[in-house]
């Protein structure tokens, strides 16, 4: 399940940043990581550390967007707390999907958005508890932040 803390919080990381000193060229082949790809920067994963990306050329996986990197690390490191205010609304439905398979924790300094994933379940750590209505989650995140 996806859980989101909202607001300051301790032990929270910085995803770009442990994206250029942690990735593994090895999750570039993971085909979900390839449709977030695809999704969030409308790039095609080709092969090794090549990235094909429509406005930038061939480019390494450091040149991804920051919430995209952001995303592969929640994904790929399950067990860290990662901010996800780099992570934009185009980002919302796959911060979602990585809830769906694996128990993840974002720390949101901003009101991202999920009414258009409806029906959905979040876990708010602030108030402990699971949300699952886009207003109760708009009334809930607002306290916060």
């Not at 050329?57 to 967007?65: A, Y």
């Amino acid at each position: 399940m996806l859980t989101i803390i909202f607001g300051d919080s301790d032990n929270i990381e910085y995803g770009p940043s442990w994206f250029k000193y942690n990735y593994d060229p090895l999750w570039l082949k993971d085909p979900f990581v390839q449709e977030m790809i695809l999704g969030v920067d409308k790039s095609r994963y080709i092969d090794g550390l090549v990235i094909d990306s429509p406005v930038l050329g061939p480019i390494p996986p450091e040149r991804l967007s920051g919430g995209l990197k952001t995303l592969i690390m929640i994904y790929e490191k399950p067990e860290l707390t990662f901010d996800a205010t780099s992570c934009g609304e185009n980002c919302a439905g796959y911060l979602l999907e990585i809830g769906k398979q694996k128990d993840v924790r974002v720390n949101l300094n901003y009101l991202m958005t999920f009414e258009k994933y409806s029906p959905f379940e979040v876990f708010i750590e602030n108030e402990k508890r699971i949300i699952s209505d886009p207003e109760d989650y708009l009334i809930t995140a607002m306290k916060y932040i």
